[in-house]
Nanobody
Framework: QVQLVESGGGLVQAGDSLRLSCTFS????????MGWFRQAPGKEHELVAA????????YYADSVKGRFTISRNNPENTLYLQMNSLKPEDTAVYYC?????????????????WGQGTQVTVSS
């Protein structure tokens, strides 16, 4: 049984930085492509960033490109999202998700396992 646990969210001011972490357990982390989704109140889940199994390729939504960086440490079974220059519109619950596939996919239904989410709130 795969378990994903996010941490690192919080309340920050615009322009600040946060680093989210997601610990993976239950299966072999390195066979999963990973993604960070977010859901703001009243909105659909949005894929913010994703990374392939070995970290060789990544994807970023246009809204976060140049500000967020996704990375992974396979020996430590951990996924990260470094978020810089945060904006109020980044406020959302952030979820990590695992996809047992070799390339990055973009739809919520492509991801097999999800964490419980961590709240990020950015004040102006």
């Amino acid at each position: 049984q795969v378990q994903l646990v996010e941490s690192g969210g919080g309340l920050v001011q615009a322009g600040d930085s946060l680093r989210l972490s997601c610990t993976f357990s239950g299966r072999t982390f390195s066979v999963y492509s990973m993604g960070w989704f977010r859901q703001a109140p009243g909105k659909e889940h949005e894929l913010v960033a994703a990374i392939t199994r070995n970290g060789g390729r990544s994807y970023y939504a246009d809204s976060v490109k140049g500000r967020f960086t996704i990375s992974r440490n396979n020996p430590e079974n951990t996924l990260y999202l470094q978020m810089n220059s945060l904006k109020p519109e980044d406020t959302a619950v952030y979820y990590c998700a695992a996809d047992n596939y070799f390339i990055i996919r973009y739809r919520r239904q492509d991801y097999d396992y999800w964490g419980q989410g961590t709240q990020v709130t950015v004040s102006s």
